[in-house]
């Protein structure tokens, strides 16, 4: 089975804080994945890598970077944290054939104070 | 451009009411779409795959060119069946995701 494991799965963190989101996955994929998911409006791609140092914005990456310096590990930076940054965050990895899965992570619940 | 839509936020039905959750889509050529679903305290996963043709769980997913959709439907909704459901496309050579806003399925007893 694939597993994606995040580091937390609820933090809480105070407004201008830098917050770091960890996400492993053991399965060699290539693709990987950070989601926000909120109610009414889906998920919503934040930002995603196809390899190694190599990383793309998604549909909302304002606020956030991230890191990917090992294939099985991307991070999610918030750099200063605000409160509109309260979320569900996902990560998912996939790997190259097409029609291939996302496999996902159980999820960090952040809430920014 | 490529777009999801999923028109209901909830879908209240009884046990062993039929089931449709429904997905439109926006996409130039042939899309291959995908059902995920998320349980209460488990994490997203797929459910079904268009290019599949498979059913899981009772559910199927036909796939309509003309009308743009991509609905779920269940003959005969569980109890267990209540859950997230969230329609995508991929979307950039396959390696994303878009997702609809997702439909929450409630199955009352």
């Known amino acids: 089975d694939v597993k994606v494991t995040q580091s937390s799965r609820y933090l809480v963190k105070r407004t201008g804080e830098k917050v770091f989101l960890e996400c492993v996955q053991d399965?060699?994929?290539?693709?990987m994945f950070w989601y926000r998911q909120d109610p009414g409006l889906g998920l919503r791609l934040i930002y995603f890598?196809?390899?190694?140092?190599?990383?793309e914005k998604g549909d909302i990456p304002e606020g956030y970077s991230v890191s990917r310096e090992k294939k099985e590990r991307f991070s999610l930076i918030l750099e200063s944290a605000s409160t509109n940054q309260t979320s569900m965050y996902l990560c998912a990895s996939r790997g190259t054939v097409r029609y291939n899965e996302q496999f996902f992570g159980p999820g960090t619940r952040l809430t920014v104070l | 451009a490529q777009r999801v839509t999923q028109p209901e936020k909830l879908l209240s039905v009884f046990k062993g009411a039929p089931v449709e959750l429904k997905c439109n889509y926006s996409?130039?050529?042939?899309?291959?779409l995908f059902w995920y679903v998320q349980y209460s305290r488990q994490r997203l996963q797929l459910l079904l795959r268009h290019i599949s043709r498979e059913s899981i769980k009772g559910f199927t997913a036909d796939l309509n060119k003309g009308e743009t959709s991509f609905h779920l439907k269940k003959p005969f909704a569980q109890e267990e069946d209540s859950a997230m459901y969230y329609c995508?496309?991929?979307?950039?050579?396959?390696?994303?995701?878009?997702f609809g806003a997702g439909t929450r399925l409630a199955v009352h007893p």
């Open positions: 890598s196809y390899d190694v140092k190599m990383k």
């Open positions: 399965m060699d994929h290539e693709n």
């Open positions: 995508a496309l991929p979307s950039g050579g396959y390696n994303k995701l878009i």
């Open positions: 996409y130039s050529g042939s899309p291959e």
